[in-house]
């Protein structure tokens, strides 16, 4: 059982920049990956970053270059570092994780608004 909490949303102006933590809570260790989506009004939920307990990362093509995704293993914690931010990243982001390899289950935070205008 996890628990997923975000935080770190808000309203920024375009070339500024936010930092999301997430973190997790409950009967777990090392969390095997996580992550972070979005989801824009009107559009699927994306992928836009994760890692691995392993500390490998993934990121979306369109955020390459202007986030960073990083963890504390013994928190179990996920942070997204977004920088040079543009309007077409505003979307409530959703913390994402898989604890283990050995089960395929994932769990989700509630998510936190991004928003990213002038």
């Known amino acids: 059982q996890v628990q997923l909490v975000e935080s770190g949303g808000g309203l920024v102006q375009p070339g500024e920049s936010l930092r999301l933590s997430c973190a997790a809570s409950?009967?777990?260790?090392?969390?095997?990956?996580m992550g972070w989506y979005r989801q824009a009004p009107g559009k699927q939920r994306e992928l836009v970053a994760s890692i691995t307990s392993a500390r490998s990362t993934n990121y979306a093509d369109s955020v390459k270059g202007r986030f960073t995704i990083s963890r504390d293993n013994a928190k179990n914690t996920v942070y997204l570092q977004m920088n040079s931010l543009k309007p077409e990243d505003t979307a409530v982001y959703y913390c994402?994780?898989?604890?283990?390899?050995?089960?395929?289950?994932?769990?989700w935070g509630q998510g936190t608004q991004v928003t990213v205008s002038s």
């Open positions: 994402n994780a898989r604890p283990t390899l050995l089960w395929n289950g994932v769990y």
């Open positions: 409950g009967s777990i260790s090392n969390i095997f990956v």
